[in-house]
Nanobody
Framework: QVQLEESGGGLVQPGGSLRLSCAASGFTFSSAVMSWYRQAPGKERELVAAITNAGGRTNYADSVKGRFTISRDNAKNTVYLQMNSLKPEDTAVYYC??????????????WGQGTQVTVSS
């Protein structure tokens, strides 16, 4: 069974930091491009950051560039999102995403259940 389990969300003050984790199982993690998305109330889900299978390339939304860092540990089947200098507008549900290809399921696109991040004083 494929699982993506986010953790690390919570309430933090503006300017604070938080690290999200996503533990993956049920597929070949090292072959997948991993991403973090977020969705705020009344807004569409947006891509926050992405990282290639070996971690050699990353991509960030302009709104978080310089503040957030995505990383992965293929030995632990885990992807992280380090969030610094948090702003109230970062408040959203953050989702972990895996995209790749396998001989069994061909192209796949998996999602976690999400973790709430609230930035407020």
């Amino acid at each position: 069974q494929v699982q993506l389990e986010e953790s690390g969300g919570g309430l933090v003050q503006p300017g604070g930091s938080l690290r999200l984790s996503c533990a993956a199982s049920g597929f070949t993690f090292s072959s997948a491009v991993m991403s973090w998305y977020r969705q705020a109330p009344g807004k569409e889900r947006e891509l926050v950051a992405a990282i290639t299978n070996a971690g050699g390339r990353t991509n960030y939304a302009d709104s978080v560039k310089g503040r957030f860092t995505i990383s992965r540990d293929n030995a632990k089947n885990t992807v992280y999102l380090q969030m610094n200098s948090l702003k109230p507008e970062d408040t959203a549900v953050y989702y972990c995403n895996a995209v790749g290809w396998s001989s069994m399921v061909k192209n796949y696109n998996y999602w976690g259940q999400g973790t709430q991040v609230t930035v407020s004083s």
